[in-house]
């Protein structure tokens, strides 16, 4: 489709909600990597720490850290 080889062009969307929910929503064990800049907010990737290297490319979240909250101060 897009020559893609990381497999994300060669699913459906409906497969790729399939895999994301594979994992238990109890207990999903995050791995967050912060890149930190000079000239622009510093920004905060967060993805499962127990997935395949060609998973990990379509399996990730990013944002800037200062839009992060502790999820105890937010309930």
Known sequence: M???????GDRSPRQRLDAATRYSTDELDLESII????????????TPRECSDSE?????LSADVGAIVDLADVR
Do not use: K, L, M, Q
């Open 56 to 60: 990990r490319i379509t399996t990730w």
């Open 35 to 46: 890149v930190r800049y000079e000239d622009r907010p510093d920004r905060c990737t967060i």
């Open 2 to 8: 897009n020559g893609s080889t990381g497999g994300y």
